[in-house]
Nanobody
């Protein structure tokens, strides 16, 4: 089992920055991909960014150039630096992890989830 805990959400204005953190515990040595998803009110949860153990980083098109995912394998953490935030970035952000080697972009590709942290961007 892998336990994930997010932190860092909050209320910011458009154009501001925010940094989310996710700490993993448990069977962390087996985790291959750690990722961030988000779910806006009334919408399905969607992929935001992922970081594989081998160092590959992947982003949703709408956040490229604004968000940066980083990972510290020694500390078992994955962060999401979010710059130039927009009101449409408002959502609950979830940390996710999988033991599988393949990089996935859907909810079904991930085995473990955090409880989520709210990010609200006002215009």
């Amino acid at each position: 089992q892998v336990h994930l805990v997010e932190s860092g959400g909050g209320l910011v204005q458009a154009g501001d920055s925010l940094r989310l953190s996710c700490a993993a515990s448990g069977r962390t040595f087996s985790v291959y991909v750690m990722a961030w998803f988000r779910q806006a009110r009334g919408k399905e949860r969607e992929f935001v960014a992922a970081f594989s153990r081998s160092g590959g980083r992947y982003y949703q098109d709408s956040v490229k150039g604004r968000f940066t995912i980083s990972r510290d394998n020694a500390k078992n953490t994955v962060d999401l630096q979010m710059n130039k935030l927009k009101p449409e970035d408002t959502a609950v952000y979830y940390c996710a992890a999988t033991l599988d080697y393949g990089l996935g972009y859907t909810n079904d590709d991930y085995d473990y989830w955090g409880q989520g942290t709210q990010v609200t961007v006002s215009s």
